[in-house]
Nanobody, 125 residues
Framework: QVQLVEYGGGSVQSGASLTLSCALS??????MGWFRQAPGKAREGIAV????????DYAESVQDRFVISRGSARNTLVLQMNNLKPEDTGMYYC????????????????????WGQGTQVTVSS
């Protein structure tokens, strides 16, 4: 059974940094990503890593501020968040998929099959 567990959420001031981690069950994944759901909004993909090529991609809203990486334990996913803004507030979810990516945009929920329970990040001004 595939399990994803996120760690590291919290409340910080604007401009601060925060690191999220996700522990995934030991399977081979095609891609791993982070999604965010702000209050009253749909869940959106913000960062992805394609494991075969170690290629990263980011939503424009977090480009140059957030960094996605795999931890030293290959089934650990990390999101380093820098220069946090109040609009970064939301529930953050780790996601993964084993099947090769098809025509879905990685930023859509349908591109991933496995999800963590989420961890809250709150950024105050």
């Amino acid at each position: 059974q595939v399990q994803l567990v996120e760690y590291g959420g919290g409340s910080v001031q604007s401009g601060a940094s925060l690191t999220l981690s996700c522990a995934l069950s030991a399977y081979t994944y095609d891609r791993m990503g982070w999604f965010r759901q702000a209050p009253g909004k749909a869940r959106e993909g913000i960062a992805v890593i394609f494991t075969a090529t170690e290629t990263e991609d980011y939503a424009e809203s977090v480009q140059d501020r957030f960094v996605i990486s795999r931890g030293s334990a290959r089934n650990t996913l990390v999101l380093q968040m820098n220069n946090l803004k109040p609009e970064d507030t939301g529930m953050y979810y780790c996601a993964a998929a084993m099947r090769p990516s098809g025509s879905e945009n990685w930023r859509s929920e349908g591109a991933f099959d496995y999800w963590g329970q989420g961890t809250q990040v709150t950024v105050s001004s």
